[in-house]
Nanobody, 124 residues
């Protein structure tokens, strides 16, 4: 099974950029589609973005489309989330996920492999 560790979170002002990383170990990274979910206080965990195992296909939540970019480097066993023009409503704990499906589904209850999360806080 795959082990996931996120990094790169922090406190930024609205309009700033931030890049999250997710390092994978324990299994063949290139066999997994990867994705990001986030959870704000008092809210349900929500899908953010996903990338296929090859990196050739991506999908985004409407709320981040055009501002966030998901990517991966299979040689480095690492996935990234580049976040631009951050808004206070982007404040959440961001979780990295992995699946052997073609893409990470939007239903988080179907997912088995999760990182511990990294906090992103955007001040207005």
């Amino acid at each position: 099974q795959v082990h996931l560790v996120e990094s790169g979170g922090g406190l930024v002002q609205a309009g700033a950029s931030l890049k999250l990383s997710c390092a994978a170990s324990g299994d063949t990274f290139s066999m997994y589609a990867m994705g990001w979910f986030r959870q704000a206080p008092g809210k349900e965990r929500e899908f953010v973005a996903t990338v296929s195992s090859s990196g050739g296909t991506t999908q985004y939540a409407d709320s981040v489309k055009g501002r966030f970019t998901i990517s991966r480097d299979n040689a480095k066993n690492t996935m990234y989330l580049q976040m631009e023009d951050l808004k206070p409503e982007d404040t959440a704990i961001y979780y990295c996920v992995a699946t052997k499906m073609f893409l990470v589904p939007a239903d988080f209850r179907a997912l088995r492999f999760w990182g511990q999360g990294t906090q992103v806080t955007v001040s207005s």
